[in-house]
């Protein structure tokens, strides 16, 4: 089961804000890296720390279920050997701090 659901910030209007908004575009961006921000107090400016690209973004529940089911007839002398996988797609770097793709039982012998 994969399931995308969107974050959003209502730092904008969700449903009247548009292409036009982006950096380029005619009406200027909505939102902007690193704002200063006039604080009234004379010349004192304050910064705050936004990342644009923490706003709005589309995720992926990535959630699996498994259905139990009674064996076929005529299987039951068999054994059933369960092979797993575990971690994310992507160097250790990249997926840190969980762990690679790997295999469990990471040796799975069978007779």
Known sequence: VRIRYNI????YHPYNTDASFNKNGPKGPLIENDPEIDMGIGN???QLAINTAQFGRTFQ???HYMVLQQRPPGTEKFRIHNLNVRGKRGNIVQVY???E???V???LKMD
């Not at 959003?8 to 730092?11: P, V």
């Open 8 to 11: 959003s910030t209502y730092d």
């Open 44 to 46: 004192v400016e304050l």
């Open 61 to 63: 529940d990535r959630s």
């Open 97 to 99: 701090p969980a762990v």
């Open 101 to 103: 793709y790997d295999f």
């Open 105 to 107: 039982p990471t040796d």
